[in-house]
Nanobody, 124 residues
Framework: DVQLQASGGGLVQAGGSLRLSCKAT????????IGWFRQAPGKEREGVSC????????YYADSVKGRFTISTENAENTVYLQMNSLKPEDTAVYYC?????????????????WGQGAQVAVSS
């Protein structure tokens, strides 16, 4: 079974950047999709970005398109989420997860192995 560990969160001012990392152990990325999700206080967990091992495609939520970039370093078994032009509304706990695929750009229901969250806070 795959285990995931997320890191790289922090506090940044609006307009700044952060990079989150998601390292996988126990399996390789060719076997599943990796998604990034976030959950703000009082809100449901939502998909942010997803990368599919099956077709190599990447997907983004409309709210982050053009600002966030998902990438994979296969040699390190790590998926990154580069977050630029951060906004206060990006503040949330971010999770990476392994799943069956990036259906509908990555939905919580299709992911079965979750890493611990990484807190991202963006001040105005």
């Amino acid at each position: 079974d795959v285990q995931l560990q997320a890191s790289g969160g922090g506090l940044v001012q609006a307009g700044g950047s952060l990079r989150l990392s998601c390292k996988a152990t126990g399996s390789t990325f060719v076997e599943y999709a990796i998604g990034w999700f976030r959950q703000a206080p009082g809100k449901e967990r939502e998909g942010v970005s997803c990368t599919s091992a099956a077709d190599g495609n990447t997907y983004y939520a409309d709210s982050v398109k053009g600002r966030f970039t998902i990438s994979t370093e296969n040699a390190e078994n790590t998926v990154y989420l580069q977050m630029n032009s951060l906004k206060p509304e990006d503040t949330a706990v971010y999770y990476c997860a392994a799943g069956y695929g990036c259906y509908d750009r990555g939905q919580v229901r299709d992911f079965y192995s979750w890493g611990q969250g990484a807190q991202v806070a963006v001040s105005s």
